[in-house]
């Protein structure tokens, strides 16, 4: 067998190899599927009990969501890592080409962060939360929190039927609706009354600026500065104290934030 028809083996090979692997892959996706069906039912119970309550919205965690799903991985805290550690009805392997590719093989025992799963199936599980009809349905930025709202039934979408009311009342009320003249201002000269004398002076008392009869008024004080005892220095107002936020869990793996979300 020359050279060229050995790499030609070869290729063919790493070619049925691949296959192989994609295959494998496609067992995890198949799994996954089965997952976020299920964390979709969690979801649509979360909101059953919160619509109960005579609420019209609702922020559930997709990790505290895959807590409660059968047989979910599961990760243990290494180094500050949260790393899947049990893989329940799958496989590393599986996962690994069905998100990473399958042109390498798998070397078993390579870590895989926790939140790197979960972020395969946040977009899926996403995608179908939507499609349930909320008025408004979006991921919290940074988390696993995904925040919808439902229509409450007090609200109704308006129709513009209040417009022709206006209409209606102005035209049986049409006399009650004629132009009024406004009464006059107070002090103004009732009409018909004549008008006064050319000698008189104003009401207000005021004389013309070329008057200079009698002596003029005593000039102004200046004012009076306060006194040291009443000058006190204000202090700049104080900031209010911002409460320390809560941090976040690394790896983006959320705390639970209730009894009943926890494990």
């Not at 919808?148 to 129709?159: A, G, L, S, T």
């Amino acid at each position: 067998m020359s050279f060229a028809a050995t790499l030609s083996k070869r290729v063919s090979a790493k070619q049925q190899e691949t296959k192989e692997r994609q295959v494998e892959g496609t067992k995890w996706l198949a799994l996954e599927a089965k997952y976020i069906d299920t964390a979709v039912d969690l979801f649509k119970q979360r909101c059953t009990r919160v619509a109960q309550t005579m609420l019209c919205t609702v922020t559930v965690s997709f990790e505290v969501l895959t807590r409660d799903v059968p047989n979910f991985p599961a990760y243990s805290v290494k180094d500050g890592s949260y790393l899947v550690d049990n893989w329940g009805e799958g496989e590393a392997a599986s996962w690994y080409y069905a998100r990473r590719g399958a042109s390498d093989p798998f070397a078993h025992g390579t870590p895989i962060q926790f939140a790197e799963l979960l972020e395969g199936m946040m977009p899926k599980f996403l995608e179908k939360v939507k499609a349930m009809g909320f008025i408004r349905c979006g991921r919290e930025p940074g988390t696993w929190r995904v925040k919808v709202e439902w229509r409450h039934p007090d609200e109704q979408p308006k129709n513009g039927s209040s417009n022709g009311n206006g209409s209606s009342n102005g035209h049986h009320n049409g006399s009650s609706t004629a132009s009024v003249a406004p009464p006059p201002p107070p002090g103004s000269p009732k009409r018909g009354a004549p008008p006064p004398p050319p000698d008189e002076e104003p009401s207000s008392g005021k004389r013309p600026r070329a008057y200079r009869g009698s002596s003029p008024s005593p000039p102004k004080s200046p004012p009076k500065s306060p006194s040291p005892s009443k000058s006190k220095s204000k202090s700049p107002p104080k900031s209010p104290s911002k409460s320390p936020s809560r941090t976040e869990v690394p790896s983006c793996t959320e705390v639970p934030t209730s009894d009943d979300e926890k494990r």
